[in-house]
């Protein structure tokens, strides 16, 4: 299906496909047909093995024990010693994540954020206040957490950089998507061409009912009343602008809201988040 932004740009839909597990995640299947060496996903309401699901709101005060858990089972399912992730604040902010595993060089390399310092609590790698990450490191994992928002996955695939943001409307207004091309861009020589960009499950156009000001602040006409607005369709927008290509650009085809969504929605009520996740896998012996 081809989606038409508020701009009349095209997004072309993905839906994503889940892989039961401990969490069972949904993933996009082009991106795992095309990619093998990515990781990418995102958690959602289906628990393991009909166990209640995930929830894995680390910044909840204060975290319960079975949240911990939870990303723990992350790393584990997905193979990855190392995760990075922040509070998030609805800014602009994002983080670069380099690592060298300690088996290589001292702990001392473990991951850093040029950002600001870092509270490593087992495998986890929390960075300074950010809604975005981005790294070249195999073992590294990204995640933000979402239950409306838009988990954003940017990767280059010919020079294996992955980054991550998380985009509400506020985000978007002030310009975590340009703050992330363009740092991607600066400090990877990646240019915005040679970007896969992947709008993940978040809140739909037609279920996103914001007052007047928020059209206002996304430089939309003033409605008058309530009226939905297609976070996901701006964005797209905003992308196409930077340079990504068309052919590149996808968007979930999941709302988080619409009746029967297997996603957490704030909106909803639901006090759990899901995480979006991405990273480059470490080499396989062999």
């Known amino acids: 299906m081809i989606r038409l932004t508020e701009s009349g740009v095209h997004a072309r839909e993905i839906e994503e496909v889940f892989h039961p597990g401990d969490p069972g995640v949904w993933f996009n299947p082009e991106w795992e047909s095309r990619f093998p060496w990515l990781a990418q996903g995102i958690t959602g309401r289906k628990g393991p093995d009909g166990k209640a699901p995930r929830n894995f709101a680390r910044f909840a005060d204060p975290p319960a024990k079975r949240v911990r858990h939870a990303w723990e089972a992350l ?24 690592w060298v595993p300690s088996d290589s060089l001292p702990s001392e390399h473990d991951p850093t954020s040029e950002e600001g310092p870092k509270v490593e609590e ?26 409306d928002c838009v988990p954003v996955f940017l990767v280059d695939p ?21 703050r992330g091309i363009d740092l991607i861009s600066r400090e990877f020589e990646c240019g915005p061409g040679d970007l896969h960009v992947h709008l ?24 008058g009343d ?40 704030h909106r909803r009520g639901d006090a759990e988040r899901q995480v979006g996740f991405l990273g480059v896998r470490l080499p396989t012996d062999g």
């Open 75 to 98: 790393g584990n399912s997905l193979d990855f010693p190392r995760i990075a992730h922040s509070r998030q604040v609805h800014g602009r902010q994002v983080s670069l994540y380099e």
């Open 122 to 147: 087992g495998r986890m790698i929390l960075g300074p206040d950010a809604d975005g990450h981005l790294t070249s490191s195999p073992g590294v994992l990204l995640a933000v957490t979402v239950a």
């Open 226 to 265: 309530p009226s939905p607005v297609d976070i996901r369709g701006h964005l797209t927008s905003r992308a196409l602008e930077l340079g990504v290509q068309e052919s590149n650009l996808t968007r979930s085809s999941w709302c988080t809201l619409c009746e029967g969504s297997p996603f957490f929605s």
């Open 200 to 223: 993940g499950p978040a809140i739909c156009g037609e279920c996103y009912e914001v007052g007047p000001e928020v059209h206002m602040a996304m430089g939309l006409p003033d409605p």
């Open 158 to 178: 010919g020079k294996r950089v992955a980054g991550l943001l998380h985009a509400g409307w506020r985000g978007t207004v002030v310009g975590v998507l340009e």
